[in-house]
């Protein structure tokens, strides 16, 4: 009876998809009649796609190395699922580029119309996105396993997601950040002008940049995670439980029944009525799709044929429930109503060096709370596993794919906010009335408030991931101990944990160097073009946009090294227990950092929010500069920098498994 | 023959004390005739004398509590020990602050006579420290070994040293940077005042926080590690070797040769010569020091009785030639010639939110050279240990005594860059001449020299110390796994991970608080004390003097509860396991944080001075705020935080290793 049971998450698979082409057919079918809008809404597809379309060239010859090596070293099918993986991360990244570029002009247009008919264009474009990725993901996972029936095979998948997402993001990250950085220092700063001036040479990249960060970049991220905790899960379960495949398949069954509860969510959302708050409904969303879930997945254990249906169950549910949690309070510092954000601003008063200060301790302190909740989820779902006898190890990593299963409805709503955001800018751009660009806003803030909940869940979830990763790792390589008394272990934790201090110091000071070049290009060009200053010509975007993107490809190179050849480099040294070691290290800082960062600096955003919401002198006052600086220093820890260290643990953790175990027979010290 | 050899520790402890007596003395009959520098030097005794009597106080009902608490779990020899512990670091901070604040007037005095006679005023101060602290280290734990022949008792010891160290360090941190930043805030940025001008309400407090954050905390901190690393290897040695004591005594034996190394290599300091470089004649010193002690500690191991000799001396000099090479290199990040410092510097052309990113990218950056050299030194030490059939981390162990064994010298040097900073203060106070101020400016420049170098010395063998503190703990509850799949250990190594940030965060936080208050009280003297910014009336000193001692002192409680609460409650929680993961979580990220915080606030001290030099359009210039906002952030960095995180570590280790004993037997969860 149990052999079967994977063509049921092959066809909620297919039901995402269906749901997803459904959902992408009914928003491109919204019209959107402003011509300067469509003009700018054009010319953003056209610098996102050439963008997306030089990253994957790049990327493609990346993709061609690796398969040759992965074909020399495990084979032919391992490379095939490789190849496949990064093409499923590729066409996810395309996907949400391709919509959300479409969506922003014409949920801008449905705004006339007020926030009930624009909501829906909004938070459908986002639904593409969680459909298609998730859809895509589950299916490629479940036809790999159908087909080999091994998971070492599906590991390549997950590994050619992860490499691709990894470059997705930190790629998009310095292009997003590049581009805002340069076009607040010379436009805002020294021209004065506003956001998304159509005077500003940089603005198209600026607009190209949100799409290929956060929708685009962001989409790669969280599907990686996904795919990998479930991977994880499979792994586990065929070693620990070599006579029950059941524990092989449950993960795929878990994300089957996600997509139905997410897709029975995403009617919840939509039923928002006039005067009824945007946010209020994404959050509804959230949870009515967290209890369907919780019921369906308890059907589904006991269908699976899983014989110990509690100790599986009830970890996937602790881990949710911390997922939930950990979302929830995670916008405790960086909401503008909380003391935090305020202490911050006041601090603008003595200038910008007490907001960097206080952002950065602010930061600091808000990883107490997340890491907490990861502990507690780790405890829990291990102590409730050992209750029923399955093995503490797989239930912690069950608790992470039951943190991620109900990701379509927690991407649909993470990517309306970039989507909507990019609304209000074209309506901005096509000088729409006061009462659209009104409508915008409460839709952009309905995306923030989403956006706090689903960036915790998403570093809570890749937390997880990794250390289901890492299990998995470890029962695969065959260590016997990872003991801290080791000193290989040790050194390799050191290591380990330098790695993403490392990636985010590299990412910063790229987006530093092409910053740089930006303004230089920008001042060139108010200089150069007569007329541009005055709004007599258009600026040359087209040059703006190809410093970004070249910048950000070139940048690229070495983070993409750290990510793959480091792993490797401490295991064929150091040996297997080191490279667990390194492993560990580099989930430890690494969440730190992903958490101080992305916290810091929506703390800075929204100071300097709330300076321009008219406390303290409001805009234009010495305290809105000394907010500005925060502002910058935080844009790239919020958009580049923290997102991707997600990623580039999981893509360690996957080079490491998929390598260690040829790596164990050949290392140089054996510590 | 082996019982006995102790005798010469306890001898070599002596002499260190004959020795600073002997250079103090000398100090304190050089003359000093200005009457206004005199003042001004007085003024600031005062106040340090003030701030240290309320802290010790204060400290003495921590103590005292403490003490009753180790009574009542263990005896009251171990409370004794406490007590006399933290009384030796208490005379260490006292005796280094009246040194240091009575040598700066003379400095800058006999800085009217030439280089050559102000150079061995500044030096002797610093060796007074050195050899004193060492001395009173080093009998203490002797003395008490001798009269119990326990390490447990010898532990609390340690324990009462370090944590005195911790509060006198984190105090004296967050004393300085309130003054430091409230006086450049207003007087500087408002006033336009220059550094230590007599009408700024705030200088002298800025001077006393000098005393009392870089001398006496500083003394105190790299006495903590010392004290710990030394004790560490003894308990190592009783466990591991139960049958020969000669491995108990061993780091004794090397600490007392390094006194000697340490006496030898101060003469080579002391023969500089008109027109020789003071930095180089430094640098000689702790060479020379380094070759000495080599060829003595050869010689003692060899008589010592320990039975493999070359496995304890080879680690030993792993670890010495370790320190000396992260020293040498650490200030790659921050020296004023290098790229790091000048690429920030021109940042400062986009503003200060290029700054801050840059100097925070190197100052990640910066990590990975210490951390590879300590990585080294752990395997070193421990296949050289292994080689010769020591116990491999009974050689990691030693490889921190090894390095920390020259600490006379290295302590001396490091003493020497505030009195001589503090010197040129005076003779600015004082208006001297011209050639005077030159003179004391060289001589400050040598201690910059001198403390790039020791800074990276007391990080790592601060990291040392505590890798072997953390294999005491291990061996003395008796762990017999420390396995990272256990989830126990994991969750252990995520808290104690979060605990360096937290602090670095609490302590910010403190001096942005503080600083708050000390502008506006500055602001006030300006307003309300008529003739005071003309320069006709002294401003109220001792106010701002009380704001900075108060202010320190009330933000101490919480750092003081995490250091000594949090491990013991993870312990009492989670179990003997959890608490070994979380030590060696707090060490990782602690040296992580501590090495980036110090880094980049060198990076951005220079970056503002290299501008000050006349790069980018000089003092004055937009570039020069900017570099200003840098420096201003960096302030706590470097000098409150970062250098508070090492001691932080070493007081969690003891804490967990003086009650993990009892701990073990009743914690909640075991797992």
Not at 71 to 98: E, F, K, P
């Amino acid at each position: 009876m149990v052999v079967g049971w994977e063509i049921a998450s092959l066809i909620c698979g297919l039901l995402s998809i269906v749901v997803a082409v459904f959902l992408g057919r009914w928003v491109l079918k919204q019209e959107n009649k402003s011509a300067p809008i469509a003009e700018y809404s054009h010319a953003v597809q056209e610098g996102a796609a050439a963008y997306l379309r030089r990253l994957f060239q790049w990327l493609g010859v990346l993709v061609a190395i690796i398969a040759i090596i992965l074909v020399l070293a495990l084979g032919w099918q391992t490379a095939i699922a490789y190849i496949v993986g990064a093409g499923c991360s590729t066409a996810g990244a395309y996907i949400g580029m391709y919509i959300a570029t479409r969506a922003n002009g014409r949920v801008a247009w449905a705004a006339r119309n007020g926030l009930v008919k624009a909501f829906p264009v909004g938070f459908f474009a986002g639904g593409v996105m969680g459909t298609a990725l998730v859809g895509l993901s589950l299916i490629g996972v479940t036809a790999f396993y159908m087909i080999f029936k091994s998971t070492d095979i599906v590991l390549g998948f997950s590994f050619g997601a992860s490499s691709l997402a990894l470059l997705a993001k930190a790629g998009g990250g310095i292009y997003t950040k590049t581009a805002d950085i340069g076009a607040d220092l010379v436009g805002k700063v020294e021209f004065d002008l506003a956001e998304d001036d159509p005077r500003n040479p940089a603005v198209v990249a600026d607009n190209v940049g949100d799409n290929v960060g956060d929708v685009a970049g962001m989409g790669a991220d969280i599907l990686d995670s996904y795919v990998a905790s479930v991977v994880a899960v499979m792994i586990l379960g065929a070693l620990l439980f070599s006579g029950n495949v059941a524990y092989v398949i449950y993960p795929l069954l878990l994300g089957g029944v996600g997509i139905l509860a997410s897709i029975l969510g995403m009617i919840f959302v939509i039923r928002l009525r006039e005067g009824k708050d945007p946010g209020r409904a994404l959050n509804t969303g959230t949870i009515s799709t967290t209890i369907i879930f919780a019921i369906l997945s308890l059907a589904i254990t006991f269908a699976s044929g899983v014989d110990k249906p509690w100790g599986v169950w009830l970890p996937n549910i602790a881990g949710l429930l911390a997922g939930i949690v950990i979302g929830f309070t995670s916008d405790a510092f960086t909401d503008i109503d909380q003391a935090a954000v305020q202490q911050t601003a006041n601090a603008a008063l003595t200038g910008p060096a007490i907001v960097i200060l206080n952002g950065f301790s602010y930061g600091l302190l808000s990883i107490v709370p997340s890491i907490l909740g990861i502990c507690v989820a780790m405890i829990a779902s291990w102590v409730l596993a050992v209750q029923f006898g399955v093995p503490g190890t797989y239930g912690i990593s069950v608790a992470a794919v039951g943190m991620l299963s109900i990701t379509p409805m927690i991407l649909s709503s993470d990517a309306y906010g970039p989507i909507v955001d990019n609304a209000k800018g074209c309506a901005e751009y096509g000088h729409e009335s006061e009462e659209v660009i009104a409508v915008c806003d409460r839709l952009d803030a309905a995306g923030n408030t989403a956006k706090a909940i689903t960036k915790g869940f998403a570093i809570g979830a890749a937390a997880l991931t990794v250390l289901a990763l890492f299990a998995a790792y470890a029962e695969s390589v065959g260590i016997s101990s990872l003991d801290l008394r080791n000193p290989g272990v040790t050194v390799g934790v050191f290591i380990g944990a330098m790695m993403p201090p490392l990636l985010s110091a590299l990412l910063i000071l790229s987006v530093g160097r092409n910053a740089f070049k930006m303004v230089e290009e920008i001042r060139r060009q108010f200089r150069e073009i007569p007329g541009l200053i005055e709004g007599k010509v258009r600026p040359d975007s087209a040059r703006c946009v190809d410093i970004a993107t070249q910048g950000a490809l070139k940048e690229l190179i070495l983070p993409a090294i750290l990510a793959l050849v480091v792993p490797i480099l401490v295991g064929l040294i150091l040996g297997k227990n080191a490279l667990g070691g390194f492993l560990a290290g580099s989930i430890v800082t690494g969440i730190i950092f992903a958490l101080m960062m992305a916290n810091a600096g929506g703390l800075w955003d929204n100071a300097k929010k709330f300076i321009e919401d008219g406390a303290l002198g409001g805009k234009g006052s010495e305290a809105h500069k000394a907010a500005v600086v925060g502002d910058t220093v935080g844009d790239p820890f919020k958009d580049t920098a923290g997102p991707s260290l997600n990623t580039f643990i999981t893509v360690m953790s996957l080079s490491a498994t998929v390598f260690g175990p040829i790596i164990a027979h050949i290392a140089l010290l054996n510590l």
